[in-house]
């Protein structure tokens, strides 16, 4: 079965259509992965995939709208201008609408509660359903993420000049740009794979239809800067949370990992040491490790989960 075929798709209520893939078994215990800005599904290394099948968990990731195969909003994009003083334009839509579609995603699966992981934006999406379904979410697990305070979390400047540009126009634009942000914004002591870096950005291009691909981009950051500072909204989470920063991150600094730690009552906070804004080879095992010992610690059904095989 190609991986195309494995797509699923789901017309929201009152929202876009999303798409999404579920991995594991039927009546694993859920756990709903949430990628980050500009980043579709298949952003989620497969051998994360299976660590966490391999423990039990049945797998959701899901493309978030704007990107991949789900839908793109119909509002014009901010210029980058608006994007560098962070004034999103009128009609943008927020995290809040973004945390809307992935419960709703929820209810059309009819997954009562679920482990949550998300990275970067899709750590932010994950912290607002956290906050107000508190009775959803079995656990919270926040990847270089922050809280919105435009004190704390930032981008380098030099990271910001590069999320400024305009979308790409062509396959070879996009693949090239990708691998150039990727040797910026990775990790200075785990290099990526290029060829695997390059593969996975032509298929962002060709999943997300072309131009279209990318071109959802600058909206995903107008969401990010509509929202503001959550940090008094995620003083309401319940869940219990593992919040996990790398130290060498330039997309957000550090410091938004940390404030995320001390607004979220009784969450963990982990550093990893010259970690960047990626997930790398190496440290992939150790967030399998870390989210499946936080969602045994949660509820009594689940102190048996054990793995069926070694994660590959």
């Known amino acids: ?26 009546d694993g215990v859920p756990l709903l992965l ?9 952003s989620w290394p497969q051998r994360m995939v299976d660590g966490f099948t391999g423990h039990g968990f049945r797998v959701v990731r ?16 901010p210029g980058r201008l608006r994007q560098l003083l962070a004034r999103p334009r009128p009609d943008a839509y927020d995290l809040a609408d973004m945390a809307a579609d992935t419960y709703g995603l929820l209810e059309h699966l009819a997954i009562d509660r679920a482990h949550l992981v998300g990275m970067s934006m899709g750590g932010m999406i994950a912290q607002t359903l956290a906050a107000r379904h508190p009775d959803r979410v079995a656990s919270l697990t926040s990847i270089f993420s922050t809280t919105g305070n435009r004190r704390i979390g930032q981008p380098a400047r030099s990271t910001l000049a590069r999320l400024a540009q305009a979308p ?22 785990a290099l990526p794979d290029d060829d695997l870096e390059r593969a996975w950005a032509l298929g962002l291009w060709e999943r997300g239809g072309g131009v279209r691909a990318r071109a ?16 008094a909204e995620l003083r309401r989470i319940t ?5 996990v920063h790398g130290s060498a991150d330039r997309m957000v600094h550090p410091s938004g990992g940390r404030a995320t730690a001390a607004a979220v009552p009784g969450s963990r906070f982990v550093e990893l040491p010259d970690l960047g804004h990626h997930l790398a080879p190496g440290v992939v095992d150790q967030l399998v490790e870390l989210t499946t010992d936080l969602a045994r610690s949660t509820d009594a059904p689940l102190a048996s989960l054990s793995p069926t095989g070694d994660p590959r």
Do not use: K, W
């Not at 699923?8 to 078994?25: E, H, K, M, N, S």
């Not at 996009?174 to 910026?184: G, Q, W």
């Open 34 to 42: 949430v990628a980050g800005l500009g980043l579709d599904l298949t």
């Open 239 to 243: 869940a219990p949370t593992l919040v």
């Open 216 to 231: 959802g981009v600058p909206r995903q950051i107008s969401a990010i800067q509509a929202s503001g500072d959550r940090t």
């Open 168 to 189: 790409a126009r062509t396959v070879e634009e996009s693949v090239e740009r990708h691998l150039s942000l990727l040797r910026h914004i990775g990790s200075p002591t």
């Open 62 to 77: 899901l493309d978030n709208r704007d990107i991949g195969r789900s839908s793109v909003i119909g509002t014009r994009s």
């Open 1 to 26: 079965m190609s991986a195309a075929h494995l797509d699923r798709f789901v017309d929201l209520p009152a929202g876009p259509r999303l798409c999404y893939r579920t991995d594991g078994p039927d």
